[in-house]
């Protein structure tokens, strides 16, 4: 199952919304999941099964969608969340795939 | 707390092999499956394998079996990933990630920078 993502960058102000899509080639229901990567760190779990927020994660983020599109929502962004967004997709558990990345950076 | 501990920095010439390390503290070592994934310079993350599931068919991803073995040490919480025939595109860094109940990956290790040079 390929993902892709749109758009693979962006630039964005502190207090923007900021919208994030990811699209599978095929129907995954809801089985996805948003990792937030800052440089030279390991990915961070954002978002679980395309909607559920993990504990910790600021309310901010948001996920939504099923089936082939979804979306990751910043509602406001802050100075911490620049970084790169990736999204996963475990339908073909353990077969894993990951989307090539969203990098929000300073506008 | 939860924690992956990953071995050191290494650096290899082609055709050799690399042996990464992974221990895992602050939960019950067995109760949870340990992935490996790595991401090359630049790139996005490639998932790589899975230790240990035998049920569910091939652990490994395609493009890695013949070269990828896993293995645990149950004693010292360690799980590694030894990866052969290195090649210059094996240049990466290289995670362990626990599996959590759901399937997603809520804990990292801090990476493995694998540098395959001759």
């Known amino acids: 199952i390929q993902l892709t993502q749109s758009p693979s960058s962006l630039s964005a102000s502190v207090g923007d919304r900021v919208t994030i899509t990811c699209r599978a080639s095929?129907?995954?229901?809801?089985?996805l999941a948003w990792y937030q990567q800052k440089p030279g760190k390991a990915p961070k779990l954002l978002i679980y099964a395309a909607s559920t927020l993990q504990s910790g994660v600021p309310s901010r983020f948001s996920g939504s969608g099923s089936g082939t599109d979804f979306t990751l929502t910043i509602s406001s962004l802050q100075p911490e969340d620049f970084a790169t967004y990736y999204c996963q997709q475990l339908n073909s558990y353990p077969l894993i795939t990951f989307g090539p990345g969203t990098k929000v950076d300073v506008k | 707390q939860v924690q992956l501990v990953q071995s050191g920095a290494e650096v290899k010439k082609p055709g050799a092999s690399v042996k990464i390390s992974c221990k895992a503290s602050g939960y019950t070592f067995t109760s949870y499956y340990i992935h490996w994934l790595r991401q090359a310079p630049g790139q996005g993350l490639e998932w790589m394998g899975i230790f240990e599931r035998t049920d569910i068919g091939t652990p490994y991803a395609q493009k890695f079996q013949g070269r990828i073995t896993m293995s645990r040490d149950t004693s010292t919480t360690t799980v590694y990933m030894e990866l052969s025939s290195l090649r210059s595109e094996d240049t990466a860094v290289y995670y362990c990630?626990?599996?959590?109940?759901?399937?997603?990956?809520?804990?990292w290790g801090q990476g493995t920078l694998v540098t395959v040079s001759s």
């Open positions: 095929q129907g995954i229901s809801s089985f």
């Open positions: 990630a626990r599996e959590d109940t759901r399937g997603y990956f809520d804990y």
